[in-house]
């Protein structure tokens, strides 16, 4: 069973990470993360999603509006947007605070719209078009080599990293200690993504975030400072079918090989 890989995606409140985590990173994620923008130049809002269409395709803008009932989650399913990635483009904090008529970007080229207390505006203010997201797979090189990463949990990899699974996952025991790979503030705590049981989302420096999916207890909160290897929960089974932590690392948004950046053991 792939871990956390479907449901980033609308960093946000969930995705993947529902089963894929990554959609996540999910409307938990989404719903925590994203940061609401929308485009528009002056006195012209940039045409948006109209989720009353029934289309799954992302609009030419690459901006929705959020309408009532809309949660990360619906909304990265409706277009496969993984939840990490709306959340991280959106910058939203609190997964649970989506606003009718907040305006959402859906993709790293999509404009952004000034924008106050990491929430979305529909203000016509001028706009700035967002940098291209990063590449998948970074190299350790550069800004990526200035975060001193460590592994999350003590158990062997039993599921690779792979475009469904979005990360890894590393067996162990219920109750096994989770710990920060790396120093930052947690984004989100908390079980609000379908799929992904308790989780954690902590961001670093440079656009990194991590996540830690399917824990027993969680021990940090919404907007709490960690440094490396804190512990920030317990390890669990908490919808999937064994004691497991699903990890993934995400850069600006994209899903990146745990691998490549954790120390060798």
């Not at 409140?13 to 959609?23: D, G, K, Y």
């Not at 203000?123 to 998948?136: C, L, R």
């Not at 969680?218 to 089974?237: N, P, S, Y």
């Amino acid at each position: 069973m792939v871990a956390g890989t479907s449901g980033l995606s609308a960093l946000l409140v969930a995705s993947q990470f529902s089963r894929r985590m990554p959609r996540i990173w999910l409307v938990m994620v989404v719903m925590s993360m994203a940061v609401l923008a929308g485009c528009a130049s002056r006195g012209t809002q940039a045409p948006v999603a109209d989720m009353s269409s029934g289309s799954a395709s992302v609009p030419s803008s690459g901006l929705y509006v959020v309408r009532p009932g809309d949660t990360l989650y619906k909304i990265s399913q409706m277009y496969n947007v993984d939840v990490s990635t709306l959340v991280q483009l959106n910058n939203i904090s609190d997964p649970g605070q989506l606003r009718v008529g907040q305006t959402l970007r859906l993709r790293g080229d999509a404009p952004q719209v000034a924008s106050g207390g990491g929430m979305g505006s529909n203000s016509g203010a001028a706009v700035e078009p967002a940098k291209a997201s990063e590449p998948a797979q970074p190299s350790r090189a550069g800004d990526a080599g200035l975060i001193s990463w460590g592994w999350p949990a003590q158990g062997k990899v039993i599921q690779g990293f792979s475009s469904n699974t979005k990360g890894v996952d590393i067996g162990g025991n219920v109750g096994d200690p989770v710990i920060a790979a790396a120093s930052g503030k947690v984004m989100y705590a908390g079980n609000g993504v379908r799929g992904l049981g308790n989780l954690v989302l902590i961001g670093h420096s440079n656009s990194f975030i991590t996540a830690y999916a399917h824990n027993e207890k969680l021990l940090v909160k919404t907007g709490q400072e960690v440094k490396k290897g804190d512990r920030i929960a317990l390890m669990g089974q908490t919808d999937t079918t064994s004691p497991r932590l699903h990890f993934e690392i995400r850069r600006s948004g994209t899903p990146v090989n745990p691998l490549a950046y954790l120390p060798e053991r």
